[in-house]
């Protein structure tokens, strides 16, 4: 028998209450009980399941095992590790100073769990995107219910059979499904939200959480540009670019989206990124191993839509170009003459096309990067500080690689996140850990300060006491 919308709704709320009840209990655990989680947790993807997750991705989407054991299993196991290494320091109280107006007191931060949290997480990055994030929540002493995509079958399956074997329910639990799924999770009061995916849904996530007025990390996407300035090594330049480009077949939020390259440079840049293409993905693509697969028929035709709508508005293929809908293979493909009206321009790409614009005056990039959303990554490829430091200061996003692309994403110190349309919030390392915290403010009088004086009735000598306390505190 089928069951009903609310029979599903109930049955979420029955978890979420079991969650509940448990989770003083997850949020008051130790140092040492959340490490053995991450232990756990390390074991399983570094060892267990590592054969299990190269198969699944490549069953959802002929991932092959290399790029699945850097883009998916290291992704995991360095955050694990990373995490094991500094969680000590991250749990300890924050003493931080007292103004002398406060003298006899003493503050600090204590960070607490936010309690029980829920993790929506995308496709294209099935084990990465579901696990970091539940890596930061573990860490932080959180109960987790983590929704995975309904695109990924296979992963989101083993997901759930990993983390089953490896956690109760009451404490972590997954649960497969689509958007019907995330509706109806997304109408408990949950104590945090981490939603990885589009703008779109980032924005129905917000509304939803508005509800309740849950705090959110919103990790989402767009047009990531990338510039090649005439300063730029163009051969380095190309390979980056094409490596970052066209890893997951280009199903990557901050994959370079398009590239803005210096008219002196355009030819060099055209030459070296084709070679490039064929020395990774040889003669034909579609046989190579190692290049992806498009996630679905739907993703391809939206592709091939993108690419249809620029020829017609006089775009020119000059590497690449053709697809396969029955094995869902989607050539490399450079693109160059992309007017500002095409779809590949308007919309995040998310995909392997890469739209080659020329520029004179740089000026000109700046611009145009201004003029859209404000991006996840911007990408800078030059070997003059003046005019890194120029671009820097002109435009914004998320996070900035100079002279490479992606690679912001492996450094646990750095925050990862967008910047509106492209994100609220952070995620990775300390940041992540600290998304999953409440930060408690703890003042503590130890004994009378002077603020005893400065309480009513009000007279002149007090009054001189509160102006010398706004001179000079
Ligand atoms: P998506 O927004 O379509 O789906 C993401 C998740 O939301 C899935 O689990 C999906 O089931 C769920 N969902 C779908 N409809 C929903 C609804 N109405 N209400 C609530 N939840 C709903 O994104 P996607 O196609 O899985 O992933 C691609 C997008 O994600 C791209 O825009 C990409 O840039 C972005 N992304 C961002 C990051 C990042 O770290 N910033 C990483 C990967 C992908």
């Not at 949950?190 to 589009?198: D, K, Q």
């Not at 690449?320 to 007017?339: A, C, H, R």
């Not at 999953?436 to 007279?459: C, D, K, T």
């Amino acid at each position: 028998m089928k069951s009903s919308k609310n029979d599903i709704s109930e049955s979420y709320n029955s978890l979420f209450q079991k969650q509940l009840l448990h989770k003083k209990i997850v949020s008051k655990s130790t140092l040492q009980q959340r490490k053995a989680k991450l232990k756990k947790l390390l074991k399983a993807v570094e060892v267990t399941y590592r054969k299990e997750i190269q198969k699944a991705l490549f069953d959802d989407f002929g991932k092959s095992s290399s790029e699945v054991d850097l883009s998916e299993i290291y992704a995991v196991t360095a955050e694990i590790k990373y995490a094991l290494k500094n969680l000590k320091y991250w749990m300890q109280d924050q003493l931080v100073s007292t103004k002398l107006v406060f003298t006899g007191s003493s503050s600090k931060i204590k960070y607490e769990a936010k309690g029980n949290v829920l993790i929506i997480s995308p496709w294209n990055f099935p084990i990465n995107l579901s696990i970091c994030p539940l890596v930061s929540a573990i860490a932080a002493g959180n109960t987790v219910i983590l929704k995975p995509s309904e695109h990924t079958v296979h992963a989101s399956a083993l997901i759930k059979r990993m983390l089953s074997s490896l956690f109760d329910e009451v404490e972590i639990a997954v649960i497969e499904g689509g958007s019907d799924v995330s509706t109806a999770l997304l109408k408990l009061p949950f104590n945090h939200i981490f939603f990885t995916g589009s703008p779109e849904i980032g924005k129905i996530v917000m509304r939803a959480a508005a509800e309740n007025l849950t705090s959110i990390t919103l990790e989402l996407g767009g047009k990531s540009p990338t510039i090649v300035d005439q300063t730029a090594n163009v051969e380095i330049a190309a390979k980056r670019i094409i490596w970052g480009k066209f890893l997951n077949a280009g199903q990557i939020c901050i994959a370079p989206d398009y590239v803005f390259v210096h008219h002196s440079q355009f030819n060099a840049f055209l030459t070296a990124s084709k070679k490039v293409l064929f020395d990774f993905y040889g003669e034909n693509s579609k046989n190579s191993p190692d290049y992806t697969k498009i996630i679905n028929d739907q993703h391809h035709l939206r592709l091939i839509d993108y690419l249809e709508d620029a020829i017609r508005k006089g775009s020119k293929i000059v590497y690449g170009g053709d697809s396969d809908l029955k094995s869902n293979s989607f050539e490399p493909t450079l693109i160059t003459d992309v007017s500002e009206d095409t779809d590949l321009m308007q919309k995040e790409i998310f995909g392997p096309i890469l739209p080659i614009i020329v520029f004179e005056d740089i000026n000109e990039a700046i611009d145009h990067i201004n003029s859209k959303e404000n991006p996840l990554a911007l990408y800078i490829y030059s070997s003059s500080q003046s005019k890194i430091n120029y671009i820097l200061q002109n435009t914004t996003s998320g996070g900035v690689c100079i002279n490479n692309n992606d690679l912001h994403f492996y450094n646990h110190e750095l925050p990862f996140g967008g910047i509106n349309n492209s994100g609220i919030g952070s995620s990775h390392g300390k940041f992540g850990f600290m998304a999953f915290s409440n930060q408690r403010a703890i003042y503590r009088q130890h004994i009378p300060g002077v603020v005893e004086w400065l309480m009513p009735p009000y007279n002149q000598l007090k009054q001189q006491l509160i102006n010398l306390a706004i001179k000079w505190f």
